[in-house]
């Protein structure tokens, strides 16, 4: 049956219900001489900034621009709109896991009964994670979870805990 527009405004996406925030702060700059047209970054509490991403950018301006708008670490993306920089940045918790796992990117899952880890989406033994383990058991209290890491820079790692 096809959709009548006057009476189905949730399809058109006209609900009324505000979109979820995305970003915890947003800044513009203007950058002059910085080359490319994105930059992704990590901004650690202890004042490094890790570039992520292929683009090779310098993201110091737009950590400055930063400054003051949100408290480090958060991980932010900054994109070229025309003259000025438009630069997103979100919270984010970064955790040093010893010993230190292999690999880059986490997946940890558990379900109440069976522990589960991909390390870089290849599937091993969930014991090579017992620092990831700790971390998301100790955050839900034992409730099921699934936890996710990437590695920053070293032994820290970017973690996010959900609950299952």
Do not use: C, K, Q
């Not at 621009?65 to 994109?79: F, H, I, K, N, T």
């Not at 990437?150 to 805990?161: D, S």
């Amino acid at each position: 049956m096809p959709l009548d527009p006057g009476r189905h405004w949730l399809e058109a996406g006209i609900t009324g219900i505000a979109r979820a925030r995305e970003w915890d702060a947003v800044v513009t700059v203007s950058a002059p001489g910085v080359v490319g047209e994105e930059a992704e970054f990590v901004a650690l509490a202890d004042g490094r900034l890790v570039a992520e991403g292929e683009h090779g950018l310098d993201p110091s301006p737009f950590a400055a621009a930063l400054e003051g708008a949100l408290e480090r670490p958060y991980r932010a993306v900054a994109v070229r709109r025309e003259s000025v920089w438009a630069v997103g940045a979100v919270s984010i918790e970064v955790a040093e896991l010893a010993p230190d796992p292999r690999g880059t990117d986490l997946e940890l899952t558990w379900d109440g009964t069976t522990l589960s880890l991909t390390v870089d989406t290849l599937p091993v033994d969930p014991a090579n994670a017992d620092a990831l383990e700790r971390v998301a058991s100790a955050r839900l209290h034992g409730r099921p979870y699934s936890a996710r890491a990437h590695r920053l820079a070293g032994a820290l790692w970017e973690i996010l805990v959900l609950p299952l």
